[in-house]
């Protein structure tokens, strides 16, 4: 990382062949890129400007890495209005940032910049955007890549519980008195940040492959980076722990950046199922949010109607590929292609999804296919 100034003009001319800034002094505009450098003050304006925990430099850095990342700038008068990161390999742009709002008029002028000053760029590639390109001059594919659920919260506990449906209210109470009076050692704790520990993060993540076994299905915690994940927790990370004797039984693992609140595992061991045990924790975590003074609160993707439970909404956000031209859209035919049999596959899978959320015969049989695939990978990889 450099000290937040942009590259010298000798170097960044001999870098890049045009100068670092191009500025518009009709509209006041100024675009700066640092080629092969991620100045000082990304960091905090990365957090300032999208507040989103997957769009952070100490993420970036956890689970990917900060070598040969570039830094594109764009300033409105005197405001830094975008912060873009990008890394360049055998002629495709990669655009760093996921999960964030991001202009289409940004987009495009961020794409039109990057053609403009490296020659060698043919394609550039965001992932994971709130954005929606209704028009482009360039050649575009876009096509829906990561489901959200998310809830807006009001700015207190009581109004956010008020909101919920009665019914529902009920019964985690219910469940709460109930495993209060039978285990009389059941507690609910909370560690943030630095105090988090490495064994308690392991617990819930046994729990939740634990409660994924039960189910039948293939434990997704058991793919997870568990040194980025303690290491983005240190900065950025809250647990939500039910303890009995002690004991972990269930526990929520998440990240605040500014005001949003980002779930990324959520546990209990199922043998207090009875006891709503895992909505406990959902509520739990949500209401610590608002403690925490959140606005948003994502619940990650999938059981739409379950989080909807909760006043959660469903989001969608979208991969876009842009080309520089037709010409180069056909010289990288195949991840053309690849683009258009996705998007055949997010047909078919919205489609299957619609028939379980529904709960028809369809989605019924979806549902059996779905474990036993799952009771078969399980056994594969006991194997």
């Not at 990365?46 to 925990?53: H, I, K, N, P």
């Not at 769009?55 to 764009?74: F, G, H, K, P, Q």
């Amino acid at each position: 990382m450099t000290n937040g100034r942009p590259s010298e003009t000798p170097r960044t001319m001999r870098e890049l062949g045009r100068p670092a800034i191009a500025a518009s002094s009709e509209n006041h505009v100024a675009e700066i890129i640092y080629k092969d450098e991620i100045p000082a003050f990304v960091g905090a304006t990365l957090e300032r400007l999208y507040a989103c925990v997957y769009c952070t430099l100490t993420r970036i850095a956890a689970y990917d890495s900060l070598e040969r990342i570039s830094t594109y700038v764009r300033k409105d008068g005197c405001t830094i209005t975008a912060v873009i990161l990008f890394r360049i390999d055998h002629h495709i742009v990669y655009v760093l940032n996921q999960q964030i709002s991001l202009p289409a008029e940004k987009i495009l002028t961020f794409c039109e910049t990057i053609f403009r000053t490296f020659k060698s760029a043919q394609v550039i590639r965001f992932y994971g955007l709130d954005a929606s390109l209704e028009r482009s001059s360039l050649p575009c594919q876009q096509l829906q890549s990561i489901e959200e659920n998310i809830i807006h919260l009001p700015p207190s506990k009581e109004a956010y519980l008020s909101s919920l449906r009665p019914q529902f209210a009920k019964q985690i109470r219910v469940g709460a008195a109930k495993i209060a009076e039978d285990h009389p050692s059941f507690r609910l704790r909370m560690v943030d940040r630095g105090a988090i520990e490495e064994h308690q993060v392991t617990q819930i993540l046994a729990l939740a492959k634990q409660r994924m076994d039960a189910k039948g299905c293939a434990a997704y915690s058991e793919k997870v980076d568990r040194v980025a994940l303690l290491s983005t927790l240190q900065r950025y990370g809250h647990l939500v722990m039910a303890t009995i004797d002690d004991r972990i039984c269930a526990g929520s693992i998440s990240f605040s950046v500014g005001r949003k609140h980002f779930h990324a595992f959520i546990a209990h061991d199922p043998d207090y199922d009875q006891y709503m045990l895992g909505n406990q924790m959902w509520l739990a975590a949500i209401l610590y949010a608002i403690e925490l003074r959140a606005e948003e609160c994502w619940l990650m993707g999938g059981a739409r109607a379950h989080k909807a439970r909760f006043r959660a909404k469903p989001y969608t956000f979208n991969s876009i590929t842009l080309y520089r031209s037709r010409m180069h859209a056909l010289r990288h035919g195949r991840l053309f292609a690849e683009q258009l049999l996705r998007l055949k596959k997010i047909a078919l899978k919205a489609a299957c999804k619609e028939q379980l959320e529904k709960k028809t015969l369809l989605g019924r049989l979806i549902e059996k296919s779905i474990i036993a695939r799952n009771a078969l990978q399980a056994k594969k990889t006991e194997i």
